[in-house]
């Protein structure tokens, strides 16, 4: 083999001009017993149809698989070998059986590093002469390209997470993730999905076993710090493959809607699919069927919050003074609360707002929240007791959530939170004191569908019809008239009802 490539860049060789090209090798950051992808470009591609080159890596650091970037054609061929592996050098070699050149920029090789538990930061060289580095046009003319120190290996503590050209991902572990001061990745729970699409929250550390959907600045692979966390949980509707090997996912027969993150977005799948190695996908409940009826009359006591669970739709929209939420997380004994606009009949809800009577519209909504609280959706008081089952319950006192010590009642209508009893301080069940959890107000953000009739991407087909008076949404689906703030589409544009 090393032969061969000694053969070939020969061949590449037949007139060398001696103005410098451009061969760009990025940093990449590997976790120890990680891989991650180091990118390679090559200047001018459209003008190269062929291109060799040498990396010096650091120790402890090897090449798992190589793979061509960006556009190329059918007869292109990428070949790497190890050819000194004393000093850890590899030659990379690319090129077309039909002379074809590189197509666009961007244009080179995708490079799998892996490291063992020993490596260190280090520099990548282009290593050895100028004649081994070289890129080279359709008419056999190479263009060398200096050695040198060239990127850097950093060697970081942690978990690699992988980002394609989507820049998404999701991800699930067995350690505790800490992505507070993570520059190139953000980490979301997925907390609900109503008309308009999916909704996510930002979180910043993530305990074990949790699957989170992952945003990128650019594709690559990352570091993500480990930490440790011993109270805190959150709720979402991803599902996580916690193992090395795909799994079969199979929703046939099932009433809940499942969706994998595509390549434009989480997209609705109805029969078997594998969902891979430490990956996620989306298991709600269906939404539930619109069920509006008379506006709701809220009372808001002196301690500025209540709980509510309506056996109507509802819509907090117009609501200047009043702010509903769902509770997702817990954390050292803060609660991640997170505010909804509009809610299904049903859905156990926090209040906050000044002292007051108000009133509440009911429109006809269709939405899922992921949820800790739980909800008397009835016209009588129920009985709740300290624990149930593995959960530690709390009600919506005069200081906030408080622990209940004894048997107490919910009115009617009414919501209380359930922690996991592993998760909750053993003071906040013991005695008559209360227990406030603070509160932490995660910001909301959506994430478009892709694939059927429930894609936001039928946006772009709506937009160019001119001449059209009708309403949409941002699922593509005609309505009548707008019923609340928000973007949609008339007349072939996009228009902000406020």
Known sequence: MKKLFTMM???LCGAMAYAQSAISVKDVTLTKGGTGQMEVTIDKPTSNTAFQFDLKLPAKVSVKSAGMKGSYGAGRELKFQQVDPSNNIYRFLSYDNENATLTSDGDGVLITLEAENEAETGKVSLNGTEDQNLVVDPEGTSTK????DVATVTIAEGVSITIGDSKA?????????DFTDNKDLTAYLVTGIDEDGIWSARIS???AGTPIYVKGNEAGTFAVATTTLTKTYFKSFLIGNNTDEAISVDPTGSEDKFYFLGTKGFTPFTSARNIGAHKAYIRVAALPAAKAGTDWALSIGEANQTSLCANVDLDFTDQKSVTAYTVIGYENGSLWITPVKRVSAGTPLYIKGPQGDYTIKSAAVQANYANMMVGNNTDEAITIQPTDGLYSNFYVGSKGFTPVTKARTTGAHKAYLQILTSYTAKASVRGSE????????????RILFDGDEESATGISRIAAESGNDAWYNLRGQRISTPTRKGLYIKNGKKVVVK
């Open 9 to 11: 860049a020969v061949s």
């Open 169 to 177: 991902t999701t991800f699930i572990c067995d350690k505790d993730l």
């Open 205 to 207: 550390q993530v305990p």
């Open 145 to 148: 390209q200096a050695g040198g």
């Open 434 to 445: 209360d227990i406030v959890l603070n509160e932490k107000v995660a910001e909301l953000s």
